[in-house]
């Protein structure tokens, strides 16, 4: 009866999700089943849970699965992140569409029926984008709008704002995903957005989170974003070069006057507070230049140690 139906994944990414899961289940399930010209694949990603998520999911899997939903429970031997989570479960979709989207209620599945129209008219990769930040604070609001500033202007690719890591993708691009970006420094959001294909972007309006609190600190957020930068653009690598040349030429042109006024000079340069600016501003200069190395550096060893993303802990089909 089934098996003409396209096959649809659905990513779930979970970390520590235990008090709402239940809830978003239930949403998931209600959307999934009003959708009667599908097939659906759930792969539930639990990413190394300290809670009680695993078991939550695996109890609410046995009590309601209808026969046109397929589901894959894959367990993190410890948490590698919500990217590494996205990753595993589109490196172990077999649909011809796959979304993915957080657990935690703030991706609506109600947009999913969206989504699959988008995909039908031909989209291969569906950006949602928030329609509002209701449940942002101003800080986060304007470090978001920064971020993409930035970015835009250091890459020569142009990211949507406001874009999230709720998305669709087609086989054909999950096949690209696959073969050619292995990164250990993911950004997957901006890898979507980079590869081509014909794109579409959807607004969404995330709901207000009913349980539990968010993963990301301000911490997490600034980490994620220079790692982002850092994986599509060589721009403050070349700056630091620039930079550097036009201090050389600096410190040798100052060095050229310095010398001749006191060689010839009536008045020769003041020597204490001259060379306690000149030190502060060139250590200053050099450790802003080595940092930005460095990050690069770091970069280079986590792709040449070819550690694995991911590993998965169990994998369990119903």
Request: glycine share 6%; hydrophobic share 40%.
């Amino acid at each position: 009866m089934f098996e003409n139906k396209k096959l649809i994944t659905i990513v779930v990414s979970l970390y520590n999700e235990e008090e709402g899961l239940s809830h978003f289940y239930s949403l998931l399930l209600k959307s999934v089943l009003a959708i009667k010209q599908y097939r659906f694949e759930l792969i539930w990603v639990n990413d190394g849970s300290s809670d009680g998520t695993g078991v939550v999911i695996n109890k609410a899997i046995a009590e309601n699965t209808p026969s046109n939903i397929e589901h894959t429970v894959i367990s993190f031997s410890k948490n590698f992140g919500h990217e590494a989570a996205m990753i595993a479960g589109i490196d172990n979709s077999t649909g011809e569409l796959i979304i993915c989207m957080d657990g935690d209620g703030q991706h609506p599945p109600k947009d999913i029926e969206s989504i699959l129209k988008s995909f039908e008219k031909g989209a291969e990769v569906i950006l949602m984008k928030r329609a509002a930040e209701e449940d942002y604070s101003f800080l986060k609001k304007v470090l978001t709008k920064s971020f993409y500033k930035i970015i835009n202007m250091l890459s020569s690719h142009r990211f949507e704002s406001g874009s999230t890591d709720f998305f669709a993708i087609s086989k054909q691009v999950v096949q690209v995903l696959q073969e050619n970006y292995r990164e250990k420094t993911r950004f997957i959001r901006g890898f979507i957005q980079s590869v081509g294909f014909n794109k579409e972007i959807l607004p969404f309006s995330a709901p207000p989170r009913l349980y539990g609190e968010s993963n990301y600190n301000y911490y997490s957020l600034l980490k994620h974003a220079l790692n982002a930068v850092f994986s599509f653009s060589n721009t403050p690598l070349r700056l630091s070069i620039i930079v550097s040349l036009f201090f050389v030429g600096f410190t040798t042109i100052f060095g050229c006057y310095s010398l001749y006024m006191f060689l010839f000079g009536k008045t020769p340069p003041t020597g204490y507070t001259t060379i306690v600016l000149f030190m502060a501003f060139s250590f200053s200069l050099l450790f802003i230049i080595i940092t930005i190395i460095s990050v690069y550096f770091e970069k280079l060893i986590k792709e040449t140690r070819s550690r694995p993303i991911y590993i998965i802990r169990k994998k369990e089909k119903s």
